[in-house]
């Protein structure tokens, strides 16, 4: 299989096909990804939460960024690499574009994403026109929010439906290639999906969108901090299971004296 490119995932959307997206922060668990035949890997800002042990991801720093993107671009040459760009780091123009430079490029990702508000619109525009690839985060935005603050589904009221449509079409307007909605209510990201013509990857917003996406750890359910709710009846872990079998078995052997 050639390397994924976002042409590929709008041939995706076109015809129907479902998009499948993961996170990874290393080498093996991104190879792994790609052999199971994932298509677009995000190294996300969830590290701070799941590899760091946070109760949320404003910790996350342009130095943890950049090596867990190495680290993945390593074990992964064929899937669509998307990372973030963590909290305070694209306060003005001109920082954003000298860390999205930082993440994208040979052995690095092929598109960094943004949680975006109003007051980013003119950072977006100015990435997108120093060709930076950028992908969009509508919805739950959780760099914005406090740990103590819970999600709760965006989308369900007529003004809350009306901007968030707005929203994502001024993004596809500006020129990002990718959406991810986060916590959308499923009526109102089934909207966004379908008046879009950019692929739209769903966390947590139906599953009428063109693709989801999963923390990784939460697919395996070993989350330092716990699943999503909406996750938790998806659970499998084959991983615990190998582990526990492994410490019976170790502890079972009697040393020869």
Known sequence: MNKISIKHLNKLKKNNIG????TSYDAS?????????????LIGDSLGEVV???KDTHSV????????TMNVARGSKKCFLVADMPKDSYITKGQALRNANKLIGKNMADMVKLEISKEDIKTVEYLIKNDIPVCAHLGIKPQKLSS????????KTIKENNTLINESRLIEKMGCELLILECVHHETAN?????LSIPVIGIGSGNKCDGQIRVLYDL??????GVPKFFKEHIKS????????????????KKCK
């Open 19 to 22: 998009i499948c997206s993961a």
């Open 29 to 41: 668990f991104a190879k792994f990804l790609e052999d199971s035949g994932v298509d677009i890997i």
């Open 52 to 54: 760091q042990g946070n």
């Open 61 to 68: 720093t342009m130095e943890n960024m950049i090596y867990h």
């Open 148 to 155: 103590k603050k819970k999600y709760k589904k965006i989308g």
């Open 191 to 195: 909207k966004i999906t379908s008046c």
């Open 220 to 225: 395996l359910g070993i989350s330092f901090n």
């Open 238 to 253: 084959p991983i615990t299971n190998t582990l526990k079998d492994y410490v019976l078995k170790t502890k079972a052997i």
